[in-house]
């Protein structure tokens, strides 16, 4: 019955509008305002203008952006998302039947990032080791646009990350049994993907596309970049596009 629903609903599409489901999603999509975030207003380095066009698969993810040099030396975070940032989640505690707010320290969400920004140890974000207000924003629910500027313009190459997790993704590899008795993998499931693209801010290109470049540690124990890809599936969908210019 539910499969004779969802193949009259495609075919009434099809007649009603001219395209298929999928289609129109895509097109409610595309008419959609992108999300406005700032964040470091009062740098006073380079104007970086970034473009996150959200996949299939995207659901509220978990994300860090930040700034190293070319040998991979962590420089400053751009932007992280509120809840990692402060490490208070919407849903971070059970109370009776009902999940409510409250502190979690989530060393799988964002392995690459935390091991870089304590310097080679996982310093994950929490109330004593909070990320600054001002590289912190909402989650995003579908597409943005991060306005923000690094602090100074001390390098004119330099890299750009983006890492990026999304809970309760398994898949086929990365199934609920895996690893059963690690409750950091349970908070990851597939491990976060990350992203990179180097710039040369003084001869910039018009814009530049972030390419997915590995993985991070499917617990969190370590900062290491995994650069098999091949097991992921829907994390790759989590971001369709990601494009930046400097501006």
């Known amino acids: ?23 129109l999603k895509k097109k409610q999509k595309q008419r959609e305002t992108p999300i406005n975030i700032e964040t ?18 995207h ?8 700034v190293e040099d070319n040998e991979g030396n962590f420089i ?37 990032f935390i091991h870089k920004w304590g310097k080679d140890k996982a310093t994950i974000p929490s109330e004593k080791h909070p990320i ?3 590289y912190s924003g909402a989650t995003p629910d579908a ?27 398994f ?13 950091d993998y349970k908070t990851s499931c597939q491990p976060s993907l990350i992203y ?12 530049y596309v972030m390419n997915p470049i590995g993985h991070g540690h499917y617990s969190g124990e370590n900062g290491k970049l995994h650069t098999d890809l091949s097991t992921l599936t829907t994390a790759k969908q989590i971001a369709e596009r990601i494009e930046v210019r400097i501006k």
Do not use: C
């Open 1 to 23: 019955m539910k499969t004779r629903y969802i193949i009259l609903l495609i075919i009434t599409s099809v007649i009603l509008f001219g395209f298929t489901y999928p289609e």
């Open 40 to 57: 470091n207003i009062n740098g006073k380095g380079y104007q970086i203008e970034l473009q996150f066009e959200a996949g299939e698969a």
């Open 59 to 66: 659901n509220h993810p978990t994300m860090a952006i930040w």
């Open 76 to 112: 400053q975070p751009l932007y992280v998302t509120a809840s990692f940032a402060q490490g208070v989640y919407k849903y971070g505690k059970q109370e009776g039947q009902k999940w409510v707010s409250g502190r979690k320290l989530y060393q799988a969400a964002l392995p690459y």
């Open 132 to 134: 600054p207000d001002a």
């Open 143 to 169: 597409d943005f646009v991060l306005n923000t500027k690094t602090n100074k313009k001390s390098l004119a190459k330099f890299r750009l990350i983006v890492e990026i997790n999304q809970t309760w993704d």
């Open 171 to 183: 898949n086929e590899y990365w199934h609920n049994a895996k690893f059963p008795d690690n409750k």
């Open 196 to 207: 990179s693209v180097e710039i040369d801010a003084e001869n910039p290109m018009e814009y």
